[in-house]
């Protein structure tokens, strides 16, 4: 086939790290991901080297910043504690990368919808799997729920399950630095004992507060993908079936006419 009648825009491409797509996003839906943390709403866009980078940002200015800290303040009363806690010189730096985000992920997202249509009406063929020496990536039906689950109760695990591979180990990584560092787990472990005062002693809130965030977008982006995934394994069927029996002249169902109906 000439290079005039090649596709111009792929659906999906298949790689060791991972199924990278198009798919159509409300841009509200990615904004307030990129509002909840800032390079989320890039990771729901397939976009995950910017997601990590702005992911990186958000954690490294937050804490410089004391952002978490300010804001525990500022909602329990305590104005002046919060005046105090936050770094002003960091604080305006992150509010540029914040908004940053979320204005960066809306205009992406709007060009990927455009694009997604532009790439469904072209029907480029969609390789259903590729070896390579790290990794057999391949398509095929999962269950989202499951993998909703799993990033619910640990983060990372349920891009491990639909074979995102860098990002779950990234997703990982920072799950366990994160619980290290709020101490959540130990705090849990006195509550349950009854402790509740150490309990509350125990807990880094800085840290704690990253947690819900987290949790929340590792589990929504697990869930979305996998619908998708479970998507393009259909369309990629749809297309191998119409090109091998599109000029079929079996018919499996037969449609029935007015002549074909018997006479009673």
Request: proline share 4%; glycine share 4%; aromatic share 14%.
């Amino acid at each position: 086939m000439s290079d005039a009648l090649q596709p111009r825009r792929l659906q999906a491409i298949l790689s060791p790290f991972g199924v990278t797509f198009l798919h159509r996003k409300n841009p509200f839906i990615v904004a307030w991901w990129s509002a909840a943390f800032p390079g989320f709403g890039h990771l729901i866009l397939n976009q995950y080297a910017r997601g990590i980078l702005l992911t990186l940002t958000e954690v490294f200015t937050n804490s410089l910043a004391r952002i978490n800290l300010t804001l525990l303040y500022s909602f329990t009363g305590q104005m002046e504690l919060a005046k105090q806690t936050l770094e002003i010189r960091w604080a305006i730096g992150y509010m540029m990368v914040y908004m940053f985000a979320i204005w960066d992920s809306v205009l992406a997202c709007r060009s990927i919808n455009k694009l997604y249509m532009l790439a469904q009406l072209e029907n480029a063929r969609i390789r259903p799997f590729s070896i390579c020496p790290l990794e057999i990536q391949y398509l095929e039906k999962r269950n989202p729920y499951a993998a909703a689950v799993s990033s619910f109760l640990f983060p990372g695990i349920g891009q491990l399950y639909i074979h995102r591979i860098v990002l779950a180990f990234y997703s990982m990584v920072w799950w366990w630095l994160f619980l290290a560092s709020s101490q959540m787990h130990m705090a849990l472990q006195q509550l349950l004992l009854g402790h509740l005062e150490e309990s509350k002693l125990l807990l880094n809130p800085h840290w704690l507060l990253f947690l819900p965030s987290v949790t929340g977008g590792s589990a929504y982006h697990a869930f979305v993908t996998t619908i998708e995934h479970n998507r393009l394994f259909r369309v990629e069927q749809r297309q191998y079936l119409s090109e091998r029996y599109g000029q079929s002249d079996i018919c499996i169902l037969k449609e029935y006419s007015e002549e074909s109906v018997p006479v009673k």
